[in-house]
């Protein structure tokens, strides 16, 4: 008897009933709740140019503030700025350095970025994070391109906030001041997505590192993580780095990196392209596989069947 629901169906029209009726509906409900972004940071500096670190992006609605201009830093932005680390470094990247978790690094999980985002209201109220680097750890260098894609709700993911490390110095960094300057949904939910383009202009200086820009400071090895002077200075537009010659970061050549042409102070010097976009949603891997096993079972059934 269980088997009269299917009596008089063909086996294709039994595949284009169920996929009809299971596929549709999924992909109609996953729409309705969800729209999928893609994220994309194309680091435009020149060669020997600075590195972005893995960029710190948060879709939120609106209530987290990452930084001030004038005010000190958070320990989560002290930390993007000086080391570069977000707080969702993975076990999987860490443990080829030789690392299990920030703890060996003296750095506590909880004063990062990523779980002060967690623990704020923006997270508590649906915000995602997610990182955009074209190497895992370093980050993304010049003419180089990252991408993530993002399934978001547009009220509980209408803004978008970003940061990360900008390579060498002691404590540079790239954001967004203003947690509701860039509105990726209108308060109606229509897409308004994001193109920008940052200038070395825009680089800050977190003021929580005294910019020395020595090798003893700067963390081109993973020893010399937090042993930058403490200056207790408060975000300010960053000044820019010293000369050529001078000896600082922008000598700095180990035959494997030189950042010679780092200098972001330069005229005309690009930073970073930012963008946002919409993508076409498609149902998720397991939704297919689990109608393609239903299909099956119901053709397997089918041959069971006796002939009437």
């Known amino acids: 008897m269980q088997h009269q629901r299917f009596r008089g169906f063909k086996p294709a029209q039994l595949i284009i009933f169920t996929m009809a009726g299971l596929g549709s509906t999924a992909i109609m409900a996953t729409s309705a709740e969800a729209v999928s972004l893609q994220l994309t940071i194309e680091n435009l500096g020149p060669t020997d140019g600075a590195l972005i670190t893995p960029l710190w992006v948060g879709l939120h609605d ?17 930390i993007i700025a000086e080391e570069g680390l977000t707080g969702l470094e993975t076990p999987d990247l860490l443990n080829p350095l030789g690392i299990n978790n920030l703890g060996d690094l003296g750095i506590e999980q909880n004063l990062t970025l990523a779980s002060l985002f967690n623990a704020s209201a923006a997270g508590a109220n649906g915000g995602l ?4 680097t074209a190497t895992p750890i370093i980050g993304t260098f010049p003419s180089e391109t990252a991408s993530i894609i993002l399934n978001v709700d547009p009220n509980q993911n209408r803004y978008l906030s970003y940061a990360a490390m900008f390579f060498p110095s002691n404590d540079a960094f790239i954001g967004n001041e203003d947690q509701t300057a860039i509105e990726l949904f209108d308060d109606s939910g229509n897409f308004l997505g994001a193109d920008f383009l940052l200038l070395g202009t825009e680089v800050w200086d977190a003021g929580t590192e005294v910019n020395d820009e020595s090798l003893n400071s700067v963390p081109f090895t993973l020893p010399i993580i937090g042993e930058g002077i403490v200056e207790g200075g408060t975000v300010q ?5 010293m000369p050529p010659g001078s000896g600082g970061v922008l000598d700095f050549d180990n035959g494997i990196f030189s950042f010679a042409n780092a200098d972001f102070q330069a005229p005309g010097y690009q930073v970073a392209r930012i963008t946002v976009t919409e993508v076409e949603q498609t ?16 053709l397997f059934s089918r041959r069971k069947l006796p002939n009437k």
């Open 62 to 78: 609106g209530s987290f503030d990452t930084f001030d201009f004038g005010t000190s830093a958070s320990t989560g932005i002290e």
């Open 129 to 132: 994070q997610d990182l955009l």
């Open 237 to 241: 537009p960053h000044p820019g780095l």
């Open 283 to 298: 149902p998720e891997p397991s939704l297919l596989l689990g109608i393609l096993t239903f299909i099956s079972g119901i």
